[in-house]
């Protein structure tokens, strides 16, 4: 996946989690499959962030 591809990801990952957060304090609190959902998102997004600094990572050493 290109760089741009995962930060692309994580927005929409961040957008997501916006959305559910702002719903449940409009609509007193989440269900538990919105809590399941972001509990995914939290996952996924970890995992999106730590791909994109490994890239960086091996892009700031990259001798090519």
Request: proline letters at 3%; aromatic letters at 2%; a negative charge.
């Amino acid at each position: 996946m290109p760089g741009h591809e995962v930060t692309d990801r994580i927005a929409d990952l961040i957008d997501e989690e916006h959305r559910l957060r702002t719903g449940a304090l409009h609509h007193g609190g989440l269900t538990p499959a919105e809590r399941l959902r972001l509990k995914d998102l939290e996952r996924q997004l970890d995992e999106a962030v730590d791909l994109l600094h490994r890239r960086q990572a091996l892009s700031a050493f990259d001798d090519d």
